[in-house]
């Protein structure tokens, strides 16, 4: 037996409503929200975000609440163009860790940390 794909993450937020505002100025559309709870989507891959002040199940959210959102763990947003989406990052006023830059494994790629800290990498495959 083999996983048939990867569908969707889970992450804990501050504040959903920010969260929401942040993903969609990237082209989320959000699918389902009510106050603790919103489904995002980007064509087929979701990303549920839950409030942690909210949330009722502790073996969910314990270590929800650390500082560091995602340390270590990277996801990836392809683009057809990162220089074009740097610029239209930078007119939403997000703030990217770091510049596009082509990478000795073969993309061009930019860091841009959400409100809560996750850490997204938009790229190009070259």
Not at 33 to 38: E, F, G, Q, T, Y
Not at 47 to 71: H, M, P, V
Not at 76 to 100: C, I, M, Q, R, W
Not at 103 to 123: A, S, T
């Amino acid at each position: 037996m083999k996983i048939k794909s990867v569908s969707g993450i889970t992450c804990y937020v501050k504040n959903l409503n920010k969260t929401v505002k942040f993903y969609e100025s990237l082209g989320f559309e959000t699918k389902k929200k009510d106050a603790n709870h919103a489904a995002l989507y980007s064509n087929w891959f979701w990303i549920d975000f839950l409030s942690i002040a909210k949330n009722e199940r502790d073996e969910f959210t314990k270590g929800a609440d650390l500082g560091i959102k995602g340390a270590g763990v990277f996801l990836y947003l392809s683009v057809d163009n990162v220089d074009e989406f740097h610029k239209h990052v930078l007119a939403k006023g997000l703030k990217p860790k770091t510049k596009p830059q082509d990478q000795p494994w073969g993309n061009r790629e930019f860091i841009l940390p959400d409100p809560d800290g996750y850490n997204l990498v938009i790229f190009k495959r070259k």
